[in-house]
């Protein structure tokens, strides 16, 4: 069965810092998709990036980069010049040929001024 | 373009009580998602829709949760009887799909939070 593993509860950066959040999961599929979610306090869920498993190159959005190694099975997102607005959970997930979402447990990120 | 709509917000209730949500996913969107988080974890997939049939179910408790999407557009979810651990936020979610396709981006609604006393 697939899962998604994100093993940080929570991570805290200073403002302008860089921060790399972890993410592991576990397939045996060989077409499938990674994704980084922000969840802001009572707001909606909303995607940062996504990554397409065949892809070797890492996506990029502005100041959001991911690190996808594929063998290792690790997907780690990096935010740059961190913001007051990045405060937020994140959730990695996972999508596959059965369409189902699989999400992990989230990493609670806090922006120190 | 509207997003996904639910309501209500939110709910307080009773245990043995019952409770109904409602979503309205974006228009166009085949597929649509119930989610429960709870408070702390990650979204746990509780069913899903392709049109108005039901791709997955595998993780809704059958006994006290059920859910229909018929026409194939907005959705209901609903709780009876409700037990404490039914406290939680119920996501909607949905996304649009085109063939096989599997990238598709979901798009959530604000949720709806609940409460069991």
């Known amino acids: 069965a697939q899962t998604v593993t994100q093993s940080q509860p929570e991570m805290s950066v200073q403002e302008a810092e860089t921060v790399t959040l972890s993410c592991t999961y576990d397939?045996?599929?060989?077409?499938?998709?990674l994704f980084w979610y922000k969840q802001p306090p009572s707001r909606q869920m909303i995607l940062v990036i996504r990554?397409?498993?065949?892809?070797?190159q890492n996506a990029t959005e502005n100041r959001f980069s991911v690190n996808f190694q594929k063998a290792a099975k690790s997907f780690s997102l990096k935010i740059s010049d961190s913001q007051l607005g990045d405060a937020a959970m994140y959730f990695c997930?996972?999508?596959?040929?059965?369409?189902?979402?699989?999400f992990g447990t989230g990493t609670r990120l806090k922006v120190l001024a | 373009e509207a997003g996904v709509a639910q309501s209500p917000r939110y709910k307080i209730i009773e245990k043995r009580q019952s409770v109904a949500f409602w979503c309205n996913p974006i228009s166009g969107h085949a597929t649509l998602y119930w989610y429960q988080q709870i408070l702390g974890q990650g979204p746990k997939l509780l069913i899903q829709f392709q049109n108005n049939g039901v791709v997955d179910d595998s993780q809704l408790p059958k006994d006290r949760f059920s859910a229909e999407r018929l026409k194939g557009v907005d959705s209901t979810l609903k709780i009876q009887p409700a037990k404490l651990e039914d406290s939680a936020v119920y996501l909607c979610a949905s996304s649009l799909r085109t063939g096989t396709s599997i990238s598709g981006e979901l798009f959530f609604g604000e949720g709806s939070r609940l409460t069991v006393l």
């Open positions: 997930a996972y999508i596959s040929g059965t369409y189902k979402y699989i």
């Open positions: 990554q397409e498993a065949y892809k070797q």
């Open positions: 397939t045996s599929e060989s077409d499938y998709y």
